[in-house]
């Protein structure tokens, strides 16, 4: 009998992966989490029936999510991530020896303890000493903070369930808040093909450009995604993503990525027309 995981990403289109197994499956506080095995893209985790990561691709999420901001921010040391329970993000940020302390924030346990005992190539850097985990709501933790970060990664699920509110005007105005005078914040901004998901990009940006003074919007190309076109945002108080960027002391860290460099961060700020169109309806 063929096993097969499905996930709509509209109602006339789904995604669909075959699994040689079940490995995990459990309800959490505030989730249903499962952890597949698929011949294709290996062991990958959904959250409430949504596909969170596969071992085969989320090398490209986590890259450049973190990556393109180190490429710019020129001392960046202390850093805030909210979500990333499966630790990809963590795993990237601790490569750089800059970095003094990471607060990560994940509203469940859970999906670490999961993402610890069944993804270890992803939660592999969870116990580095410079991290703390903070088991809590991220809007309620950036509340308490003020001008405390360099960079803040928003790693959220999607705009509804448990991650609705950090995609909320007054959660990027904390966020605002909580960086230092020449602060970076990056998330991840939906895919912008399919009109709902293109519905929640918009009002994201929109959010994100009335808090920030330098807002800009990149891509990458994630195949299990909605789409496979994924956004990012970028949004700074003092760094712009293409003028600031610092090629050289970025490859002096020597850093071996599989899809980052500095030549495609480059490139992936050139976003098609479509998607400017998208956003420049909510610019002004």
Known sequence: MDLWFSEYHTPNVKLAIRVDRQLYTGQSEFQRIDVFESPEFGRFLTLDGYMMLTEKDEFIYHEMIVHVPLAVHPNVRRVLVIGAGDGGVIRELTRYPDIEHID????????????????????????????????????????????????????????????????????????????????IMVNQHESPFYQEDAIACQRAHKRIVESFPISRVYQAHIPTYPSGHWLFGFASKKYHPLKDLDEARWKAYNLPCRYYTTTLHKGAFYIPAYVEELLKDVES
Do not use: W
């Open 104 to 183: 990560m924030v994940e509203i469940d346990p859970l999906v670490v303890t999961v993402s610890r005992e069944y993804l270890p190539g992803t939660a592999c850097s969870l116990d580095d000493p410079r991290v703390s985990i903070h088991y809590e709501d991220g809007l309620k933790f950036i509340r308490r903070c003020e001008a405390t970060y360099d960079l803040i990664i928003v790693d959220s699920t999607d705009p509804f369930g448990p991650g609705e509110g950090l995609f909320t005007r007054e959660f990027y105005g904390n966020c605002y808040k909580a960086l230092r005078e020449d602060g």
